[in-house]
């Protein structure tokens, strides 16, 4: 009965060192159940990793931080990853630390390379490191205070030296020129009163200079069309034989003024002139001798 007794206390010792393992393990962040890939990365600085460190692939918990460990040789810190075996990681992948939120928890994801060969269990992967948000914004806020501290000794220093230079008999002079400058800006006031009561008669004028230019637009047009006719008249004159016209009135002149010819003979000589003014006496006496004696020269003869 004590054997037994003592076989069921080792047993039970067993399983509750098995069952502490396991959940140590589990809380490593190592999936206990299934599959998995070893990678390797090495770093300069770990600054936010530890064991169970989770290792995100696309937005996805795949595995986590399994080691931590420091080479003196290279100074570098190793890291052993474990990942889900389901995903297929490429050989010139990375393992990238990042602060995966605001506060700067770091973490580390895989970043998907383009080889067409698969990184097998063991290999070691490339690192890069992210830069923590809240440290370039602080590294960026330093070189920011430094530059306001300059600016503001910059302006003291501007300040002190224009109160020396602003001795008194200066500051009487910026005085008299600002007195002259409100008797200008004065003077500026009342020309524009001026000009705003003279306003009817501005538009007055403005209206005469605009029916003038109406006017001005009527004249050019009725010039416009004078010069058109004129064009027309000059196309008519340029289309008629001017030349050839000349040239007959000038032969028929040349003919007119040569006695030889039959226009020259009947405008020089009395011979047509004669006839005519014998033709229309025999005309009229013809006709006398009709009113006196018609029986003579018009017989009627009725049916």
Not at 34 to 45: I, M
Request: glycine share 6%; proline share 2%.
């Amino acid at each position: 009965m004590k054997i037994r007794k003592e076989i069921k206390i080792g047993i039970f010792a067993i399983v509750v060192l098995a069952a502490t393992f396991l959940t140590i393990d589990f809380l490593k962040g190592n999936d206990i159940f299934g599959k998995s890939h070893t990678f390797y990365a090495k770093y300069a600085d770990i600054e936010g990793i530890a064991e169970s460190t989770p290792v995100f692939v696309k937005g996805y918990r795949a595995g986590s931080v399994t080691s931590l460990k420091y080479g003196k040789s290279d100074g570098l810190y190793t890291a052993r990853v474990s990942i889900s075996d389901e995903y297929d990681i490429p050989k010139d992948s990375y393992l990238e630390i990042y602060s995966s939120d605001i506060l700067g928890s770091r973490s580390i994801r895989v970043i998907m390379g383009n080889s067409d060969k698969m990184a097998s269990d063991g290999d070691t992967l490339g690192s890069r490191i992210e830069a923590d948000p809240l440290s370039a914004i602080v590294s960026g806020i330093v070189p920011l205070e430094n530059s306001l501290h300059s600016l503001i000794g910059n302006f003291d220093k501007a300040v002190v030296s224009i109160n020396s230079i602003l001795d008194g008999g200066l500051r009487e002079d910026i005085s008299m020129i600002s007195a002259d400058l409100r008797k200008s800006a004065a003077n500026i006031s009342d020309i524009t009163a001026g000009i705003e009561s003279q306003g009817p008669r501005i538009d007055s004028i403005i209206h005469s200079i605009n029916d003038i230019a109406g006017n001005f637009a009527n004249t050019a047009e009725s010039l416009d069309r004078t010069v058109k006719n004129a064009e027309a008249i000059t196309v008519s004159l340029k289309e008629a034989d001017l030349k050839n016209a000349v040239l007959n009135l000038r032969d028929l002149l040349e003919k007119a003024s040569d006695p030889s010819s039959s226009i020259g003979k009947l405008l020089t000589t009395d011979s047509l002139h004669n006839a005519v003014n014998s033709l229309a006496t025999d005309l009229d006496t013809l006709v006398k001798r009709i009113e006196r004696d018609p029986k003579k020269y018009i017989k009627i003869s009725v049916f």
